[in-house]
Every structure is written in C-alpha cells, then in structure tokens.
C-alpha cells in the first residue's frame, strides 16, 4: 500500500518534470470510505468516513501569467486556458480544479496560473470520492503554495461550494471533509451542522475494510441525487408546519414524521424516515465502535442498506447482489452499499483470516448475476491531504 503512493508520486513527478521542465510542489490526496451515515450530511445529520490509501498525487509549479495547463495522467488528456475566463470544459475532469479558482475568486483571491499534473489509485466514480480528491487537493495545493492562509475547515467548505456550484451537484460535506481532515487510523464522526467531529480510534489488525466495485456507474446518480435533497426539503417544509423547530431533517423523530404523515407525499415520507433512522444508526455505530461490538456495527450496516435500498431507493441490482452475496460468506461483520449510490461500491467488515475466500468468492457471485466483472479494493485508514517530499 506504501508502495503505492511511492510509485503514484514518483510517476507524476517524474511526468511533471517531462513536461514542464521543473521541480514541482507534490501533495497526496486520499480517496475516503464510509462506515455508515449516507445521505445524511445534507440533511445536518452524522456521516463516520475515514481517508484511505487510495489517493492521487498532484504535482504543480507557479506559471507568471494566469494560464493553466493541466494534465490529467491516467485519462491520458490535457487542458489548456486561461484562470481569466473560467469556462467548463467539455473534457468534464477541468471543472474540478476550474470549480476552485472560482471559489478563489470568489472570495477574494486572484492566483496566478499554475501547471499541473495529477492522478493516481482511486478508481473515478466508484463513490470514493475521486471529485473531492482533486477539488480539495487542488485547494490544498494551491492554498500552500501562493500562501493564502486559508483554514482546513474553510477549505473544506470551499471545496464543497465547487462541486455545487461548477460542477452543479449539491453535495454535502462529508467528502471533502473526509479528505482533508482524515486521521490515521480513525474513522471520523462528523457533526454535519456544527461541523465538530470526532476521531474514534479504528484500529483494528483483525478486521479488513474491503470496498467491492460494481464498475457500473449510473447516468442517472447526479440528477438523483439532487431529486433526493429536494424530497428532503420538501420533508422538512411539512413538518414545520407542527413542528416549527424543526431546521433541517437532523431535527426529526420518528413520532414527528408519523405526526405529519397526512401532509407528506409517501415517497418523501420514505426518504424522510430513512435519514432519520440513519442518523440514529450513526450515534448507536459509533458507541458500538467504542466497545468494539463490530457484530451490532455490522447490524447496523445492513439496516443501513436495506433503508438505501427499500426508503431512499439509490441502490441498484448489481450493489444489492455485492451486499446479499457478501452477508452469506463467513466473517463477514457488515456490508452495504457506500456514498451516492446507482453503482459504485459496497463497503464491507471483513474478518481478517476470511478475506482470502471473501475475495475469492464475491467476483464469481457477481460474475454468475451480473455477468460481469467487479474490482475488489482492500483500504487501509490514512491521513488527509498532505504535502509530501519528491522523495
Ligand atoms: C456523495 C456526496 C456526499 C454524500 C454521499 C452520500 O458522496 O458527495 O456529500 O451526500 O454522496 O452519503
């Protein structure tokens, strides 16, 4: 796993050099999982994600004029313009480092041009969170090397407004949270109002993080995604009408959501009732964590699923045969499917001395009902975004 990111640095630097000519400012930007809590940052409620050694490496220098020329390494593309016209770009991975220089205008900071290159191990749209990667490590970057002194939390922040704003899916904050603010060995329970969050320790050699790829990727997940957020908000207009202290879905008990059933669409009610069960799930997970009763966590796993699946309705019939197949093999603690979902991966609590047949197993499962091949991801809990050394 080291060798990983040794290899991911070493290749981009050494890219960076060939094309550019120069030594350039390296910082490592992980990919991030999530134990539980989806589709809960939204609505002010807990998420529990972790940054893991799946990560790109970016590599950058100063320019003196306000051009970019980016290079994205594994796609094989590059871009070229100017920060002075912060246009999309038909090539679609720009908009993520574009998104962020907007947000630098916007509040006030004009850079100068930058070259970049970037890439490495996060699989791109498998829900761990590659889009966060580049915004937040673009960011990081930047913000270190023209010295903008801009706080973690705000940069989080800003790096959420990016994918809201250029990108134009309204996301919540956990990713780019996750991103930078991850701690090794820790999962991290993040408050998504007050924005307090928790490191609680995950530190366990018997049990194995293994994230399974359904390598489908839905058309559909944005336009959903942000059908979802408007259901929830719809949720939360109707229950302020009895219940006017109620701010966001963060603040309603399963008694209110019956109180108002008469007002609510049955769709909305089942989005609605989902997060708030999630929401408890989070809480109930994190003492479960502490006592290391990873049995009730993984339960808690699987309602979690069942809840994406029945009430919220993102999952999809390749993540549902991942998570049935997996809860029939032995130690396996939990399984779920994990972030947006329509395709992307499941999350799965693996007992260390099972995972051999566990990766075995599952790809021939899928192989028989999907007819096709998954990725099998082992993720290990690592830092957030760094600087790190060319070598
Ligand atoms: C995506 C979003 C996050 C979060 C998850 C679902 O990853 O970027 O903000 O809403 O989906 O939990």
């Known amino acids: 796993m080291l060798a990983d990111i040794v290899k991911t640095r070493e290749t981009i630097a050494g890219l960076f050099r060939q094309r550019f000519g120069s030594d350039p400012l390296l910082v490592r930007s992980p990919g991030r999982v999530n134990l539980i809590g989806e589709h809960t940052d939204y609505n002010e409620g807990f998420v529990l994600p972790a940054a893991v050694d799946k990560a790109i490496v970016l590599a950058a220098a100063p320019r003196n004029d306000r051009r970019f020329r980016f290079v994205a390494a594994d796609l094989h593309q ?219 966590f993984g339960g808690r796993m699987i309602l979690s699923h069942e809840g994406l699946r029945d009430l919220y309705e993102v999952s999809c019939r390749e993540l549902d045969t991942l998570v049935e197949a997996a809860l029939k093999l032995d130690g396996v603690f939990g399984a779920r499917m994990m972030g947006g979902g329509f395709g992307g991966c499941t999350i799965n609590l693996v007992r260390e001395d099972c995972v051999e047949d566990f990766a075995r197993e599952i790809p021939e499962v899928y192989r028989d009902a999907i007819g096709r091949e998954m990725n099998l991801h082992l993720c290990r809990i690592t830092g957030g975004t760094s600087l790190i050394q060319p070598k």
């Not at 194995?208 to 719809?234: F, G």
């Open 78 to 296: 590059d871009d070229e313009g100017s920060f002075e016209i912060l246009a999309p770009s038909p090539l679609g991975w720009p908009d993520y480092l574009l998104g962020i220089v907007d947000q630098l205008e916007k509040t006030g900071r004009k850079v100068p041009g930058v070259d970049l290159v970037f890439g490495g191990t996060i699989p791109i749209g498998a829900g761990m969170s590659s889009s966060a990667a580049v915004e937040a490590g673009f960011l990081f970057l930047l913000n270190a090397m023209f010295d903008l002194g801009i706080p973690l939390l705000d940069m989080a922040k800003m790096a959420q407004r990016a994918e809201n704003e250029f990108i134009g899916v309204r996301c919540g904050i956990m990713d780019q949270f996750a991103n930078l603010f991850g701690t090794e060995g820790h999962v991290l329970r993040l408050d998504c109002r007050s924005l307090q969050y928790e490191a609680v320790p995950f530190r366990r050699a018997d049990v194995s993080i293994v994230l399974c790829d359904t390598m489908v990727r839905h058309e559909l997940a944005s336009s959903e995604y942000n059908k979802r957020r408007r259901q929830c908000e719809e949720g939360v207009e109707a229950l302020r009408r009895r219940h006017p202290a109620v701010k966001s879905l963060r603040d309603a008990t399963p008694e209110m959501l019956a109180d108002v059933r008469d007002l609510l669409d049955p769709v909305v009610e089942r989005r609605c009732r989902y997060v708030v069960e999630e929401n408890g799930r989070v809480l109930e997970g994190c003492a479960d964590l502490r006592k290391g009763d990873l049995e009730a």
